[in-house]
Nanobody
Framework: QVQLVESGGGLVQAGGSLRLSCAAS????????MGWFRQVSGKERELVAA????????YYGDSVKGRFTISRDNAKNTVYLQMNMLKPEDTAVYYC????????????????????WGQGTQVTVSS
């Protein structure tokens, strides 16, 4: 079992930055690939970024490449999402999630591979 708690969301102007954090409970955090998803009300959840259990491999959605950076600190059981050059279309609820160990190492990420989810944090980007 992994429990995830996101923080760092808020209101920011377009062009600004935010850093989201996701703190995980449990001693096995470093076994899990981690992902950040976002969802706008009425739309499907979108994978924004993902990172392998070791941090050696990362994935980014096309809409955030070059602007967002995912990282993790396994000693602190925390994964981060640094968001720069924010746009109004980045407005969403952001969720962190832990991927089932069965899929560890695969670069092909899908939402149904993620077993544990945080409660989400709202990010609002004003124009």
């Amino acid at each position: 079992q992994v429990q995830l708690v996101e923080s760092g969301g808020g209101l920011v102007q377009a062009g600004g930055s935010l850093r989201l954090s996701c703190a995980a409970s449990g001693r096995t955090f470093n076994r899990y690939d981690m992902g950040w998803f976002r969802q706008v009300s009425g739309k499907e959840r979108e994978l924004v970024a993902a990172i392998s259990w070791s941090g050696a491999s990362t994935y980014y959605g096309d809409s955030v490449k070059g602007r967002f950076t995912i990282s993790r600190d396994n000693a602190k059981n925390t994964v981060y999402l640094q968001m720069n050059m924010l746009k109004p279309e980045d407005t969403a609820v952001y969720y962190c999630a832990a991927r089932a160990e069965y899929y560890s190492g695969s670069y092909y990420y899908t939402e149904n591979q993620f077993d544990y989810w945080g409660q989400g944090t709202q990010v609002t980007v004003s124009s």
